[in-house]
């Protein structure tokens, strides 16, 4: 008996084992089969949009896609299932494209190893004096590197501390004679929007010219003060320029001065204003809406400045309007909207951090204490995602918006009409809005308006299409800044003859999309990128963006909204169960 | 299959008549609801993500060892185990018997978190592909810890001692697919880590069902290991009659 026992054991020990391993190869098998599976989200996010078959149908040519990455043993953790990832990608963008798109994967580190291989023997044989030294070639690193490809430090553990890896991980795309068009780091977290990335450059390089955009203002210039320590002054829109130029854009700066133009051959024209603008150059800008130039528009009307307030409660905090006199006005009326000069405030508002200054004394000594503190304030404006309008796929799957300090815009129904253009607000203030008169230096009044004076959801952002009335039409154009006031005479080109039907984009608002903002929220690059896409590219790769995980928002609830959720969710299916824990001990008690 | 449901009732009536299933169950959605709850109205989002990310370890070292410790230890404690195999029963109707009673029970307890999704339609306009994927995961999940329990507790006597090897366990294969700690073991053992986080690891496979996608693979691996555990319970209750 002690004998079956201990067979038994041992049998059963080994029999563990074997199932054990069959039930993990199984497992290994199927991980690296690319099976099939089923996307139960409302918009299918995780399979390729409709869009891209769409878009790989206009390729003439195959397109290839080399995916240079390190091989997974030399990868961190969170990065050894990236390769199987991107292949899976790639390969559904095969069978999409119905072979019209290929793919190989490369591990340069590979090449690498065998190079300093062939290196060391040669080095021995040359010792030896058995070969003659080798005619110098390129290294694998150099040659992927005139391509864009460059490994990139990634962070891991190394027995129990952090180290660094150098990796690579990037796809270069080819197509017919076009350039070489690269993603330079792929990794886990962009995986989501990797679909948008490959098949935006796909769209760009069958495209026969790469999409050329301007974009104003240009880089501020370097005062000699700054070149002396060899430092430039801040670029508030460096960031919305990097990402429109990541993006695939061939973006052109441009300050519209007469040394300074705008590029004759671009598609869409962004203008950042937040300051006013010359005659010439709202006569430049109007030429480009005539000849049908995109235009995204964002213009600030008042900046404030929330400081402690020096007089009343402690902990209060008082706004100052700063208006930044822009002009821009005088030319969109003309187009049937204008962004309003009243300042405008909402009740749906986000907060900033403002610093505080406290003197302590120490002692004999007095020592200033600097710390900053949440301030919410009706002029930073937050559009919640009730208030955008997701039918229109500019502002498609764009959750919240800081309208940091915006203006609403006034649409004039009657330009609209005369002129036959078609306006769509792209998103709104809320239902408790309200305007009021800047008063100079003082402290603005944000108080709010009695409950019937409230603004019912104003336009902040809006899509104007038609054909623009242009306001300089037939007239001399003006001289430049710098050349006196009155007409310029040189051959510049005027605008007559009937205008090209176009579209402009426009909202209230330039702070959006300003670097310290933009860098902070996601929905802002989104939207910049959405708004340049639909204007010069149209709506397929907006859809594809748009696949993107959404976060969908719940409705504002009230405090008492919000402890009967709580209730409802904790407490609620847990009573249950306390009943009918004592309903069937009570039946069980009663039989 | 008669027997199975002989054994089925016996132990899923069983359930009910001990307080410890209710004090545990009411743990189990106290515990997840309130996890959930606490951060839900801060980041106002229509979903339940944070809900789903936290229910590999909370199944893992609660609520699964608590209901799948009885399953043997009980019968081995009270001597019944004995009577038990020796009935004209085939070992494998009972153990079938047994898991799916606790897996019922399981499924009682995880429809209290229904609330849930209700109450995110009255607030906002939830997309139920992965809430739907998440449930789904989630009976999944429970279904593979419950195979672990179940096995271990035929080798105790002491539920207690059954609920703690279980916790370890099924806690093994939870954090084994969180990245850091696979990526520790690939910094003293490379590729032992690497290894674990996608074959053995359960985040990992759980995450992409919760997410709103059902791969095959996944479900491979929850049902190959499932069916492993099981089995191997069913051969060794199978071996205690030598």
Request: aromatic share 12%; with cysteine.
């Amino acid at each position: 008996m002690k004998n079956l026992r201990k067979l038994f054991i041992r049998t059963f020990l080994i029999g563990s084992g074997l199932l054990l391993g069959i039930a993990l190869l199984v497992i290994m098998v199927f991980d690296n089969l690319n099976v099939g599976r089923f996307d139960l989200t409302a918009e299918q996010v995780y399979k390729l949009s409709p869009s891209v078959e769409r878009i790989l149908s206009r390729l003439e040519a195959p397109i290839e896609i080399t995916y240079y990455v390190s091989s997974s043993e030399k990868m961190p953790t969170k990065w050894k299932n990236l390769e199987r990832d991107v292949i899976d990608k790639l390969e559904e963008l095969k069978l999409a494209s119905k072979g019209r798109v290929t793919y190989k994967v490369f591990d340069p580190s590979a090449e690498e190893e065998r190079e300093a291989y062939e290196e060391r023997r040669a080095k021995e044989k040359e010792e030896k004096g058995e070969a003659s030294k080798p005619a110098p070639r390129k290294r694998i690193a150099e040659r992927l590197a005139e391509k864009g490809v460059v490994p990139f430090g990634v962070q891991s553990a190394e027995r129990d501390e952090f180290a660094v890896k150098r990796i690579y991980s990037s796809l270069v795309l080819s197509y017919l004679d076009r350039k070489e068009d690269v993603i330079e780091e792929v990794r886990p977290e962009m995986f989501g929007s990797l679909e948008y990335e490959i098949v935006s450059r796909i769209y760009k390089l069958i495209a026969t010219k790469r999409p050329k955009v301007g974009f104003f203002p240009d880089q501020p210039e370097t005062p000699p003060q700054y070149r002396q320590f060899q430092q430039s002054p801040p670029d508030a829109y460096g960031m919305a320029v990097e990402l429109l130029r990541n993006a695939g854009y061939d973006v052109v700066r441009t300050n519209i001065t007469k040394d300074d133009t705008i590029p004759g051959d671009i598609q869409t024209m962004v203008l950042m204003v937040d300051e006013p603008l010359t005659e010439r150059q709202l006569y430049e800008i109007d030429r480009l809406v005539h000849k049908g130039v995109r235009l995204v528009l964002a213009g600030q009307m008042y900046n404030y400045q929330i400081y402690p307030a020096r007089s009343g409660a402690s902990g209060e905090f008082d706004v100052q309007a700063m208006p930044t006199r822009i002009n821009i006005n005088s030319l969109l009326k003309n187009y049937g909207f204008e962004i309003d000069t009243k300042i405008f405030m909402d009740r749906s508002a986000a907060f900033v951090q403002v610093p505080t200054y406290r003197t302590r004394r120490m002692g004999i000594f007095q020592i200033q204490e600097q710390r900053y503190e949440p301030v919410s304030k009706p002029v930073i404006i937050k559009v919640n995602q009730e208030n955008i309008n997701s039918r229109v796929s500019v502002a498609n799957k764009i959750t919240e918006l800081f309208y940091m300090y915006g203006n609403r815009l006034n649409l004039y129904n009657e330009i609209l009409e005369k002129d036959n253009l078609k306006a769509t607000v792209l998103f709104t203030s809320s239902n408790h809005s309200w305007t009021t008169e800047s008063l100079g230096y003082r402290p603005v009044d944000t108080s709010e308006p009695a409950s019937g004076d409230f603004l019912r959801r104003q336009p902040l952002g809006v899509l104007v299409e038609g054909t623009f009335s242009a306001r300089y039409l037939d007239q001399p154009p003006p001289k430049w800044s710098g050349e006196g006031s009155g007409v310029d005479s040189t051959a510049t080109p005027l605008i007559t003859g009937p205008a090209v039907p176009n579209k402009i984009i426009a909202y209230g608002c330039s702070n959006m999309f300003k670097d310290d903002v933009l860098r902070a929220v996601d929905s802002h690059k989104a939207l910049l990128l959405n708004s340049v896409d639909a204007l010069t590219l149209g709506d397929e790769l907006i859809h594809i963006r748009a696949k993107n995980i959404e976060a969908r928002r719940i409705k504002e609830t009230s405090a008492f909204g919000k402890s009967l959720a709580k209730f409802f969710v904790v407490w609620f299916p847990a009573l249950c169960f306390v009943a009918l824990g004592v309903v069937l001990t009570m039946r069980r008690k009663m039989k | 299959m008669k027997d199975i449901w002989i054994i089925f009732k016996r132990e899923f009536a069983a359930y009910f008549y001990s307080p410890i299933a209710y004090v545990f169950s009411i743990i189990f959605i106290v515990l997840n609801c309130g996890l959930y709850m606490f951060h839900f109205f801060f980041f106002g989002n229509a979903d339940m993500r944070a809900f789903f990310s936290a229910l590999p370890v909370t199944l893992a070292l609660i609520f699964i060892p608590a209901i799948s410790m009885r399953l043997w230890s009980e019968e081995k404690k009270l001597g019944t185990i004995e009577l038990l195999l020796t009935l004209p029963m085939k070992a494998e109707h009972v153990v079938l018997g047994k898991y799916l009673a606790g897996l019922a029970f399981y499924l009682v307890a995880l429809a209290g978190t229904l609330a849930i999704p209700i109450m995110l339609v009255f607030l906002g306009k939830p997309d139920f592909g992965p809430i739907i994927g998440g449930y789904f995961g989630a009976v999944l999940l429970g279904a593979f810890y419950l195979a672990v329990g179940i096995f271990i507790s035929g080798f105790f006597a002491d539920q207690i001692v059954s609920l703690i090897i279980t916790s370890l366990v099924c806690g093994f294969f939870a954090l084994i697919g969180w990245q850091y700690v696979p990526m520790v073991i690939d910094g003293w053992f490379p590729g032992l880590g690497d290894f674990l986080y996608s074959y053995v690891g359960v985040t990992r496979h759980f995450n992409d069902i919760a997410r709103g996608v059902i791969d095959v693979r996944s479900l491979v691996y929850f049902l190959s290991l499932s069916a492993l555990f099981i089995t191997l319970n069913i051969k060794y209750l199978d071996g205690r009659k030598y």
